[in-house]
């Protein structure tokens, strides 16, 4: 599913080189959960960016679904993105002014999708978050762990090759917390790949593999044991 073959990204700042990512090779499986922990600054952040073809590398390969995206055009990445990752943010990134069926739904809109087909499969998102109740709350009436569940249910609701979680805890109290975790563990056992973003141990052991990573390098790629 994903093959990243010795990935470098270098940012130009004035005259100097700033090293993000440094000669990183790593290969994710279909169905995986691997969660990717590091500090600040080490390079977790760009490396997912370049999982979610948000951006591209100055050195290297990727191939995501055998297709290698390291130099496609920005529209191409976008149709990539909107296809086959579903992302998950920190700060849940929903449109204020929209309802959670409507923050849900705009993925499919962007798809094409013809609305009744739009309707039966956001409601199903929603539904599996346990937000069928509340799909015409916008976000400002939700909670943090329900405005996360909304994004969540966005991500999910395209059919994406992977979820992209970056910190989805982040910005949640330790119950909140513990119910997303229990959510992307359930959608994991489902059958979805998940790939988490975090700086947090205790997070990053809820998943099978993690992979530490540190001023641009890996260090470890090891399983979670028990």
Known sequence: MIEIKNMSKIYRIGDVEVTALNNVSLNI????????????GSGKSTL?????CLDIPTKGEYRLDGVEVSRLKDEKLAEI???????IF?????LQKLSAF?????PLIYQGLHSRERN???????????????????????SGGQQQRVAIARALVGNPSIILADEPTGNLDSKSGK?????????HRKGSTIVLITHDHE?????ERIIHIQDGEILEDKAVVG
Do not use: W
């Open 179 to 187: 119910e997303i975790i229990n959510l992307l563990k359930e959608l």
């Open 90 to 94: 920190q700060g849940f990134n929903l």
């Open 120 to 142: 039966d499969k956001s409601i199903e998102a929603l539904r599996l978050v346990g937000l069928e109740d509340r799909m015409r709350h916008r976000p400002a009436e939700l």
């Open 29 to 40: 499986k279909q169905y995986e959960y691997v969660s990717i922990i590091g500090p600040s």
């Open 102 to 106: 409507e923050n849900v739904e705009l």
């Open 81 to 87: 993105r909107n296809r086959k990752i579903g992302f």
């Open 48 to 52: 997912m960016n370049m999982i979610g």
């Open 203 to 207: 997070v990053a052991v809820q998943a």
